[in-house]
């Protein structure tokens, strides 16, 4: 069993519900203790970082100064948390006249932060510390070549990623050892459009717009996202991209957890597949339809 | 000590603008930003005129308002430049200094969000989300019905905000937080 400070995120328990739950539901399955961390607040994300950059740093470092108390490190599912409280954890680290100020500021609620611990995102996780051999030995409904464009995204790779960001493989090994087909997808590690869905939303949806297509264009059947916004931008947005391009897109979008949890077999309740707008009961009954896989 | 040099020291004392002077204007970043196209002034420019000591014209920009934070630019600049920070940066001093930005409305998105963490402790996405759209354009919260139903049919918009004892936190340290720096 191995334990982490957990950080769902804002999202996890709204937009991203699917995520929420498909973490916990599959964390079970593969030994993880997430420990929940007591009474976190918002990462701050983007909009934080960009009206108040120091004082985004000092409420990381609150969320920080938290998890540093048990010692464990933090595992957060969502890519935006893991880029901001990365940040925010080594630019403490880096920064000791800053540290210090924030130090002062966290006293007034008896916080302290030291730099003891790591942020790491939960795919970073399941692929090093898991590996996609001990998920491949626990599956019970094999994908059945199912084809599956994995978008990566952005901050998932950037700027604080494990892997070659140009070309990531993490998410295709994953698909592959637990019996899906990786199709070619150029655009995997682009970005869905951000929060720019909000106000700049034409920018956002040409984003969106070239992901669906080039997922489409390769024969996807469905596409895989560890992020929760880009999950909102391609799943709930589709239906207003097709309506602005005039396209028919109609890809399922899953949480990599989701997905993860149907091939070991867990209870689609569980894994809030019901919480998805782009119906998925096409791919699911497709690889529920094969029965359990024997030897498992 | 002229204008020129004070704005780029400005930028370069905050956290996202700390290796701004390591920029060789090659260009990758605009090349790369996939809102480039889009912006005011592409993310090379806008360097090049920090470096000019144009303030007045790259803080009231809308250019680093339209930045995705996808990050490209911050991987693929082979000086280590990182302009995505520094879009955040800028977007902060411009808060700072009370700039209302021309042609995006973006600004007020992220008040919104961050307002939304300050009452709460973490954002409440709907409640954001209305409050941008009535007190900014409320044709396209029309436009986007559709999407918030979906979104609340399946379960995905709790109405009621998620507030947290840690809101009385934040508002302690950052309070003293300003105090510090005066």
Redesign the interface.
Known sequence: MKRFNYFPG??A??????LGLSVEAVAKSLDLELIELE????C????????????S???GA?NLALAEKNGLDIVTPCSSCY?VLNRDNN?LKE?PS?RQ??N???A??GLNFKGTIRVRLLPEVIYHDITPEVIAQKVKYSLNGLKVASFYG??M???AGFEN?ENPRSLDEIVEKIGGQPVNFPMKN??C????V????K??YR?IHKVLKNASDNGAECIITPCPLCH?NLD??Q??VNSAYGTSFNIPVLYVTQLIGLALGINTSYLGL????VSPAKIVDKILAQGVKSGT | MSSTVSFIDEVAA???GRNIRACIQCGVCSGTC??GD?MEYSPRRIIAMIRAGMKEEVLSSSAM??C?????C??RCPRGV?P?EI???L??LA??YGYKPRG????????S??NS?KNN??????GM?MK?YLT?CPF?ALK?L??AV??FL?????VKP?R????E??A???????Q??G
Request: hydrophobic share 30%; glycine share 6%.
């Open positions: 804002c999202s328990n709204a937009t991203g519900k699917g009474d976190w607040t918002c701050g994300s983007t909009p934080y970082n960009s009206l108040n950059e120091e004082e740093i000092l409420v609150r880029t630019y920064n800053f100020k924030v002062t500021a966290l007034e609620v952005c901050q790779l950037r700027p960001p682009r970005c459009g951000s929060s720019m909000i106000a700049e939303s920018l956002a984003q909102v709930a947005y239906g207003a019901n919480t998805n707008i | 905050t956290p996202g996939p809102a889009d308002w339209k995705m934070s996808c990050y490209l911050y991987d990182r995505t879009a955040h940066a977007e902060s808060t700072k995006t409305k973006n600004d007020k998105m992220y008040r969000f961050v963490i402790g973490r954002v409440h996405e709907v989300m941008y900014t396209s986007m559709p999407v979906q979104l399946h379960k995905r918009m709790p998620e947290v004892k840690g809101r936190d934040l302690k340290i950052t309070r003293k937080f300003q510090i720096r």
